[in-house]
């Protein structure tokens, strides 16, 4: 589980807690939400797919051209993974709105993660949305990866997009449900 996840958890149980004696509906709603979120920061092994893997949980929305994008729902597990092998060239950040992410074409707050394979360079960018202000990234430039391999996370949902190298084809279409590391979403 994400650190930040069990930061929120002690907190929730402790101030709950304490109000236990004064507040216990209030009591109850903290250990509710503490539960929420522990389901919501969960982070599960996942048997690696062949060939390039999608970087998220969620629903695909957009799949045209070179270029995937898949929406995580509060019931997606939010942790982002590599598609491929290969060495992150670049890690940026690109400030931007807190949009709703269900809004396709909005500019919102971006992690783009730039991974050069050996057939060729993918980008993931991992977008934030109206409840995800905070964006994790766990890998850095020069750092070798491994598919499958867990490179971010998005606090509290929203969108992450792929973009593959020339000759590659998307197998999952529009409205199909992927998992991270799991589901092959490319083929050569």
Not at 16 to 29: E, G
């Amino acid at each position: 589980m994400e650190a930040a996840g069990v930061r929120i958890i002690l907190l929730s149980l402790i101030i709950s807690a304490l109000l236990a004696p004064h507040l216990p509906a209030l009591s109850i709603m903290l250990v509710l939400f503490a539960a929420f979120t522990a389901f919501f920061f969960r982070d599960p092994d996942r048997e690696i797919g062949d060939g390039v893997v999608s970087p998220a949980d969620g629903r695909v929305d957009v799949v045209e051209d070179r270029r995937l994008e898949i929406f995580m729902g509060l019931l997606d597990c939010h942790v982002n993974r590599s598609p491929c092998d290969g060495v992150v060239v670049s890690v940026e950040h690109i400030p931007g709105k807190f949009s709703p992410a269900f809004l396709k074409g909005i500019r919102n707050e971006t992690n783009r993660i730039t991974i050069e394979g050996e057939d060729g360079t993918y980008v993931v960018e991992q977008i934030a949305g109206f409840f995800a202000r905070r964006i994790i990234c766990y890998v850095k430039e020069g750092e070798r990866v491994k598919k499958g391999q867990r490179i971010g996370m998005i606090v509290f949902g929203s969108r992450v997009t792929l973009e593959v190298p020339e000759g590659y084809r998307f197998v999952v279409r529009e409205g199909e449900r992927v998992k991270a590391g799991q589901t092959v979403a490319v083929r050569g």
